[in-house]
Each structure stands twice: as structure tokens, then as C-alpha cells.
């Protein structure tokens, strides 16, 4: 017997509660390290690229000045540097330091290691279905 798809609004619970669930590891972990939410996502997002500070503000959603604020207390610890843009010498690019990538490498790994019982949970072929499935999912976001 078929099961019936589950409801929008079921599915959006399920998304809400996971992703509760998720930010309280994030946010534990940061608290652990000093670091804001709006920092681990700077770090997180520097992980596998050298984004112009426009750029980056424009993908975390925040002004210019709160941009240029996070990065110059990151600097201060550390964590990032600027440097202008090879193509652009009038906009600059942020990148993750030595420090920064010590730092984001053990944040991933308390994270996959806390995330990994919710994982277990799930045979192979469950949770590589539910990686695809998030990746589209987040492909089809806007913004």
C-alpha cells in the first residue's frame, strides 16, 4: 500500500525542527569558540572561496558597514585577510588565513562529530538520498 506524501506543512515542521536542531550544534560549538552565527557563516563561506566583500555582504544579507565591522574584528583574531581583487583593483577580496583555516577545520569536524548520531540513524541509501535532496533543495532557493 502506498503512504500518502506527506502534507506542506509536515514537511516544513520536519525542515524546522532539523534545522533547530542543527543550529543548536552550530551555536554550541561557537559559543565554545567565541565565535558569532554571523561569523561561522562568514568562515564557513571563506572555506572554499575568496568572495569581494559586496559579495559577501550581499549573500549574508547584511550592510556594507556590518560587513566591514565582522571582517575587521575576524582580522583582529586572525581568522581573515583582505587584499584588493587581481581583476578589480577597487574592490577587495576576503580570504581565510592559517589561523582561519585551523580554526574552520575543527569546527567541521566537532560539527560532523556531532551530527553524526542524528546521521546514524539512516542506512547508506537514506542518507545519500537526503544529501541530494538537500542540495537541490537549497539550489532552488532565491536570493
Known amino acids: 500500500m502506498k503512504q500518502a506524501?506527506?502534507?506542506s506543512e509536515e514537511l516544513a515542521d520536519a525542515l524546522v525542527v532539523s534545522a533547530f536542531v542543527t543550529m543548536a550544534v552550530i551555536n554550541k560549538?561557537?559559543?565554545e569558540k567565541?565565535?558569532?552565527l554571523s561569523l561561522i557563516r562568514v568562515l564557513g563561506i571563506l572555506w572554499d572561496r575568496r568572495p569581494r566583500m559586496t559579495e559577501l555582504a550581499a549573500y549574508l544579507?547584511?550592510?556594507k558597514q556590518t560587513m566591514s565591522g565582522l571582517i575587521a574584528r575576524a582580522e583582529k583574531r586572525g581568522l581573515v585577510a583582505r587584499a584588493?581583487?587581481?581583476e578589480d583593483k577597487r574592490a577587495t577580496d576576503?580570504?581565510?588565513t592559517s589561523n582561519g583555516i585551523e580554526l574552520v577545520r575543527q569546527v567541521r569536524a566537532q560539527g560532523q562529530q556531532a551530527l553524526a548520531p542524528l546521521i546514524a540513524g539512516l542506512n547508506t541509501q537514506d542518507?545519500?538520498?537526503l544529501?541530494?535532496?538537500l542540495v537541490r533543495m537549497l539550489e532552488n532557493r532565491k536570493g
Open 29 to 31: 560549538i561557537g559559543a
Open 34 to 36: 567565541d565565535l558569532s
Open 127 to 129: 542518507q545519500h538520498q
Open 84 to 86: 584588493p581583487n587581481k
Open 61 to 63: 544579507g547584511l550592510e
Open 94 to 96: 576576503v580570504f581565510l
Open 5 to 7: 506524501p506527506p502534507s
Open 131 to 133: 544529501q541530494q535532496l
